[in-house]
């Protein structure tokens, strides 16, 4: 994303980051992971040099922005890049504006100057921005991509669906049980989990587990060590945790959460309407 007018000095740029319930937004300098598979679709935006994104099959780029779907196996090589990245959750209102963008498991190149407008405000996330205005740095984004992709499908679930979604997200003990929610809503547990993926798209237990990732950042960013973050996250133990990380984000949590690392956190509530 090159400015015509103006030129930015990148060298004392920060990274931060911006968790919200079915959103996350993060900045960072250099960005490359290993191959992973978020349930989470990705908007990518990069400023002065573009990155590449490796799937099984093909290497994509250079790019400047893209979308990734759901779900696709993938990896990003940004090594020279300032990278944007928004994660919107599928089952979540905010997803219609990508319905149009292509199934589970592609990559979607975007036009070099879809977001040059927003370059300014974009660099601003570096500097820690409050989390209203984060928020709505990221409804930008997610505005012009409805412009961008006009034809949308609402998302109209199943009210038992949506109480699920809601408790998950309120509370999240250490280890949902399937026969928990079971009596929530007063179906069974197989019923439950078809209801939930025939209206989201997604199956429960893989909601359940990017919740948990939620909370296991929130307690690392409060000072928790690894081994307490798994258990109180409803892990096994660190390692296992530390290895879910890198599947589901292509990096471990030492690469936001090392001592090394200057990072600004920002664990925000969803603004009232």
């Known amino acids: 994303m090159n400015s015509s007018d103006e ?13 919200w319930a079915g959103r996350l937004l993060f900045a960072r300098r250099r960005l490359d992971t290993a191959f992973h598979a978020h349930h989470a679709a990705a908007v990518i935006m ?18 400047f922005s893209a979308i990734i779907s759901p779900d696709t196996y993938h990896k990003s090589i940004a090594p020279n890049s300032d990278m944007i990245v928004l994660l919107i959750d599928p089952e979540s209102g905010e997803y219609e504006s990508f319905v149009s963008t292509g199934q589970s498991g592609t ?15 974009l660099l601003r996330l570096f500097d820690g921005v409050s ?19 006009s034809e949308k499908t609402q998302l109209k679930y199943d009210t038992r669906v949506q109480k699920i979604i809601e408790k998950l997200r ?5 280890r949902i049980c399937i026969r ?5 809503v ?14 989201t798209g997604l199956p429960l237990r893989r909601y359940l587990l990017w919740s948990r990732l939620l909370r296991s950042s929130s307690l690392l960013k409060q000072g928790y060590s690894l081994t307490d973050a798994a258990h109180e996250s409803g892990f096994s133990d660190a390692a296992h ?24 956190f920002h664990f925000c509530n969803k603004p009232r309407v």
């Open 7 to 19: 030129s930015i000095d990148t060298s004392t740029l920060k990274n931060s980051i911006y968790f």
């Open 46 to 63: 990069a400023f002065d040099d573009p990155f590449v994104i490796e799937t099984e099959d093909k290497r994509i780029g250079p790019l």
């Open 107 to 121: 990559v979607h190149e975007l036009d070099k100057s879809i977001f040059i407008q927003l370059k300014k405000e």
């Open 131 to 149: 989390c209203q205005k984060a928020w709505e740095i990221s409804q930008e984004i997610l505005a012009i991509i409805n412009k961008r992709f």
């Open 170 to 174: 309120i509370e999240l003990p250490e």
């Open 180 to 184: 928990e929610l079971e009596k929530e």
């Open 186 to 199: 007063c179906i069974s547990g197989d019923r439950l989990m078809r209801l939930f993926k025939e209206h």
């Open 241 to 264: 945790m530390s290895r879910t990380f890198k599947k589901n984000f292509g990096f471990t949590p030492s690469f936001f959460f090392s001592k090394n690392e200057a990072v600004d």
